[in-house]
Nanobody, 124 residues
Framework: QVQLVESGGGLVQAGGSLRLSCAAS????????MGWFRQAPGKEREFVAV????????SYADSVKGRFTISRDNAKNTVYLQMNSLKPEDTAVYYC?????????????????WGQGTQVTASS
């Protein structure tokens, strides 16, 4: 059983930056692809970014390409999401998730474990 705990959310002005962290415990972190998803009020959960277990491959939603960067530190069992140039439409609860998959899955249904989420608000 893998436990995931997100941190780093908060309130920021549009154009600002935040760095989310997700600490994992209870499993072999380096065995999992790690993804970030988000859910805004009244909307479905959507894919944001994913990083392969080895860290050598990433994938991003078109809406965040060039602004967000996902990274991981397998020695610290932690995955990060650096968010720059934040927009009001980035406002959502952000979740990290773990998938025991070899690639970079974007489909939420293949993820095995989820964190509790952290709120990100970008004000205009």
């Amino acid at each position: 059983q893998v436990q995931l705990v997100e941190s780093g959310g908060g309130l920021v002005q549009a154009g600002g930056s935040l760095r989310l962290s997700c600490a994992a415990s209870g499993g072999t972190f380096s065995s999992y692809a790690m993804g970030w998803f988000r859910q805004a009020p009244g909307k479905e959960r959507e894919f944001v970014a994913v990083i392969r277990w080895s860290g050598d491959r990433t994938s991003y939603a078109d809406s965040v390409k060039g602004r967000f960067t996902i990274s991981r530190d397998n020695a610290k069992n932690t995955v990060y999401l650096q968010m720059n140039s934040l927009k009001p439409e980035d406002t959502a609860v952000y979740y990290c998730a773990a998938a025991k998959r070899y690639g970079v899955p974007a489909n939420a249904y293949v993820y095995d474990y989820w964190g509790q989420g952290t709120q990100v608000t970008a004000s205009s």
